[in-house]
């Protein structure tokens, strides 16, 4: 088990992007399934089916079917409320990931600042590089260089 963890870790595929889910759905799905009008409950002249619209067809959802219309409604809204909460979960797990990336990329682009053995040149590529949207006036502003020189410096890029 640990070495599958490690594995897993090497090819950057960590496990944090698994723990929230109870099932195998991916991100894409949880947002078509947590949107109600993608379920439907109709009357298959028997009983009462749930069904869902997953990536372009209609899906039965329902493992038993209903012999009245308020079960189908209470598993959807029960089901609804459970997709919800993860989709949202992911979806912050990805921005605090994608923001704690971003800070550590502009913690670097400062640090590059005060090293006195960096050609500026170097420095403004480097700062390019690590933000890559950057625009030149702010790239200006870090350095305490000229709009004109960062452009040029930028201009072989």
């Excluded at 959802?61 to 992911?90: A, C, G, M, V």
């Excluded at 480097?126 to 000229?146: F, G, V």
Aim: net charge positive.
């Amino acid at each position: 088990m640990r070495r599958d963890n490690k594995e897993l870790i090497k090819n950057e595929e960590r496990l944090e992007d698994r723990r929230f889910s109870l099932y195998s759905w991916s991100i894409e799905d949880l947002n078509q399934l947590r949107d109600i009008q993608n379920h439907r409950i109709i009357h298959n002249k028997f009983n009462y089916v749930w069904e869902c619209y997953l990536n372009g067809e209609w899906i039965e959802r329902s493992i038993q079917q209903y012999d009245n219309i308020k079960t189908p409604y209470t598993h959807l809204y029960f089901w609804l409320s459970i997709w919800n909460k993860e989709y949202i979960k992911r979806i912050e797990h990805t921005e605090k990931k994608r923001l704690k990336n971003e800070t550590a990329r502009w913690t670097e682009a400062v640090g590059l600042l005060h090293r006195d053995y960096i050609k500026n040149s170097e420095k403004v590529k480097r700062i390019r590089k690590l933000l890559p949207n950057i625009t030149k006036k702010d790239i200006s502003e870090l350095t305490e260089m000229s709009y004109r020189q960062v452009k040029r410096i930028l201009k072989d890029i």
